[in-house]
């Protein structure tokens, strides 16, 4: 991954390939960002002119390529677009500072436009620890290509090949440092290792994510749990087929069952020594949806390898409130099967004894999804921790609600549903609040079972998190994350997102361990 360093050095003298400057949207024309003084000085202060000359506007995501000035130890400046100038407290553009999701995309288009380069200095706007971490994590997500599969002899799980270059030709940005930032501040140091911890392990999720499922099969994710888990001092527990059978998790075992790549319950346990507050996140771990008996259609298998991003989500939150140290005790849940038809499959019809002691008719087997996070919530629950959040690629009805980007946020309490919800927006992964209307609950009565795993079309998103409250323990806040939009990205890159895998919710999982730590979680 690109190594990210802090400089208080003159931007003209650091030696480098490339100088990456801010420039806004302002009412008049390309507005040159602070951070970039000494290069605005250099070309003798016309450099806005020079950048709409060119067609540059500042908007969100625009990036323009320039000669650097004479004098410059750099050749090249990179010019990325932030958006529009900020407003200051008095409606002006005066000593307004730059949010810090504007600070990421921007960070992110430049650091992927740098594929191939060495080293790249960042002058962006910096006025705390907050905007070196957010530049920080912007490079490190921006710089991210998966290419394991690519250019020969590969390590499947390695994104680089044997020569250390990714499978089309070109390394990522190998070096950036991150101007305005000061090695020896304390602060600023520690939203930089910060922004590493989180990232690193994001894009190990997306790494997961944008495997194959003939390699990420349920053991082969187990196993990587528990090499992650031995390395980062985290307790892991794995329930395979037999253990699953001897402790009644019929929602798992009805999912996989239809497959020879026999499904697992994979707990990860990190504690702090003074944690008083216990957090659990429990995750989908479709390695592969095929629909099951109720086959998918041709046009919507091709991606179904990403229906275990939930899983992949909480694995990486886990190691990463572990190795910040955060001050409360994190549960992961990874509930993994792989869902296909054969003649060992659960059908349509079928009913399942779950792990709370339920029982739920099967009308449809590609709504499988809900069944293995029954069975994962309700062992969660046994625990009683303070909270619990699922993350999962649950419903296509949550896309068509929300589009691909945005993901749904459902609860059984209000006001942590705020909390969730704010969270997300902090960190710049786009949610919306959802209802649970309870009029809904009534199309999944079944005549032969406690519940059917299917109710009303119209709402099918809100129907799925209702199955899901289903099976929370008594008396536990909960909240349910439908991230099926923005988990994984079919169109073009843009901002810090790639192609793929996403490792949506991830940072989002992250906050909501610090908040808890804090004692903020509300």
């Not at 001897?246 to 020879?260: P, T």
């Not at 609040?433 to 119209?458: F, T």
């Amino acid at each position: 991954m690109t190594a990210l360093t802090l400089s208080t050095a003159a931007a003209p003298g650091l030696r480098a390939d490339a100088i990456v400057i801010g420039v806004a949207k302002g009412a008049q024309g390309p507005v040159v960002a602070p951070g970039a003084e000494a290069v605005d000085k250099a070309y003798d202060g016309k450099l806005a002119g020079i950048l709409e000359t060119l067609g540059a506007s500042g908007a969100e995501g625009e990036l323009t390529k320039l000669p650097a000035p004479a004098g410059f130890k750099a050749p090249l400046v990179v010019a990325v677009g932030l958006g529009a100038v900020p407003d200051g407290p008095d409606g002006t553009d005066a000593d307004a500072g730059y949010d810090a999701e504007a600070l990421r995309k921007a960070a992110g288009v430049a650091a992927r436009a740098l594929t191939g380069t060495r080293k790249a200095a960042f002058a962006l706007p910096v006025d705390g620890p907050g905007a070196i971490g957010a530049i920080g994590e912007g490079v490190l997500l921006g710089a991210y290509s998966f290419d394991a599969y690519k250019g020969g002899t590969q390590d499947a799980g390695n994104t680089k090949t044997k020569n250390g270059k990714a499978g089309n030709g070109k390394a990522p940005l190998a070096e950036a440092a991150v101007l305005g930032g000061k090695p020896r501040d304390a602060a600023h140091k520690g939203a930089l290792a910060r922004a590493v911890a989180v990232c690193e392990e994001l894009n190990r999720a997306r790494d997961l994510i944008n495997m194959p499922p003939n390699d990420l099969t349920p053991a082969a994710f187990a196993g990587i749990a528990q090499t992650a888990a031995k390395e980062h001092g985290i307790k892991v527990q794995v329930l395979d087929d037999k253990a699953l059978t001897k402790g009644g998790y019929g929602g798992i075992l009805g999912v996989g069952g239809g497959s020879a790549a026999t499904p697992r319950l994979v707990k990860l346990s990190y504690r702090h020594p003074k944690a008083d507050k216990h957090l659990a996140f429990v995750g989908k771990g479709i390695t592969y949806d095929s629909g099951g008996i109720s086959l998918k259609p041709a046009g919507h298998n091709e991606t179904m390898k990403c229906d275990m991003s939930g899983a992949a989500a909480v694995f990486a939150a886990v190691v990463a409130a572990a190795r910040l140290g955060l001050e409360v005790n994190v549960t992961g849940w990874l509930a993994l099967a792989e869902n296909m038809p054969s003649g060992t499959a659960v059908r349509p019809g079928d009913v399942l004894r779950m792990y709370s002691g339920k029982t739920v008719e099967v009308l449809n087997t590609d709504a499988e999804g809900r069944l293995v996070l029954a069975d994962a919530l309700w062992a969660a629950s046994q625990e009683t921790p303070d909270a619990i959040v699922d993350v999962a690629t649950l419903t296509g009805a949550m896309m068509l609600a929300l589009g691909s980007r945005t993901f749904g946020v459902m609860a059984n309490d209000d006001a942590f549903r705020t909390t969730v919800y704010e969270a997300a927006e902090e960190v710049g992964e786009p949610a919306w609040p959802m209802p649970l209307p309870e009029h809904l609950r009534k199309g999944m009565d079944s005549p032969v079972a406690d519940i059917a795993n299917m109710g009303e079309r119209m709402g099918g998103g809100l129907v799925a998190g209702l199955f899901l409250r289903e099976f929370v323990g008594e008396g536990i806040t909960w909240a349910h994350l439908d991230i099926a939009g923005p988990a994984f990205n079919e169109g073009g890159p843009f901002g810090y997102t790639p192609k793929g895998g996403t490792g949506t919710a991830v940072r989002t999982l992250v906050r909501l361990a610090e908040l808890t730590a804090a004692g903020d979680l509300g």
